[in-house]
């Protein structure tokens, strides 16, 4: 069975400038968790997705934002980029709304210069 | 203050030593406990999940609470290098994925 699934696994982009990450959840798993993974910070909550519906938003300006789809994949976007964006993003699922165990995928690692 | 605390390492041990990671936190609303490992380029996999106070056991894995001091600690038996990653410890007040609050991790090197 296929695990969390991220795109891309690496990505350089320029300060101010977009970007679209992608996941897709391990098959059956409904809920879609992100995180950010800064150096030095530790993980940190981004957003969840379930259902197609935004559950709860973490400590983050309006600039991150993201979507799922009926097939429960999910996108995230980050808009006016930032150097301290530099991070690693990664996607977990799980299978019910609000499990506890989440399953992550290797991460996106994005560099803003 | 960061709501959990947990010392980076890197810690280096011998092949077959006992390893003892540590994470201390400060809301005492936490009710799930878990540690995840970590090897480098891959993402976060579950290793033990407690809830509230009291001793698991999992192979050569034994996850502690100790609620009463805001302690929790993942002991490693016989440890082999292919346990050298970094373990971060997670916890929550409710049951949910969203509300996990991670430790920064402690880098671990299991040597020959």
């Known amino acids: 069975e296929a695990g969390v699934t991220q795109s891309p696994t690496h990505l350089i982009k320029t300060r101010g400038q977009q970007v679209t990450l992608r996941c897709s959840p391990i098959s059956g798993h409904t809920s879609v968790y992100w995180y950010q993974q800064a150096l030095g910070l530790g993980l940190q909550f981004l957003l969840w997705?379930?259902?197609?519906?935004?559950?709860n938003r973490g400590n983050f300006p309006p600039r991150f934002s993201g979507r799922q789809f009926p097939n429960y994949s999910s996108e995230l976007n980050v808009n006016a980029l930032e150097l301290e964006d530099s991070a690693l993003y990664l996607c977990?699922?799980?299978?019910?709304?609000?499990?506890?165990?989440?399953?992550f995928g290797q991460g996106t690692r994005l560099t803003v210069v | 203050q960061k709501e959990v605390e947990q010392d980076p390492g890197p810690l280096s041990v011998p092949e077959g030593a006992i390893v003892s990671l540590n994470c201390t936190y400060s809301n005492s609303a936490f009710q799930y406990f878990m540690w995840y490992r970590q090897y480098s380029r891959k993402g976060p996999e579950l290793l033990m999940y407690?809830?509230?106070?009291g001793n698991k056991e999992d192979g050569r894995f034994t996850a502690q609470v100790d609620k009463s001091s805001k302690y929790i600690s993942l002991f490693i038996r016989d440890s082999q290098p292919s346990d050298s990653a970094t373990y971060l410890c997670?916890?929550?007040?409710?049951?949910?994925?969203?509300?996990?609050?991670f430790g920064t991790g402690t880098r671990l090197q299991v040597t020959l």
């Open positions: 997670a916890m929550s007040y409710t049951g949910t994925a969203s509300k996990l609050t």
């Open positions: 997705y379930d259902e197609g519906e935004e559950r």
């Open positions: 977990a699922s799980s299978p019910l709304g609000g499990a506890t165990e989440a399953f």
């Open positions: 407690t809830y509230s106070s």
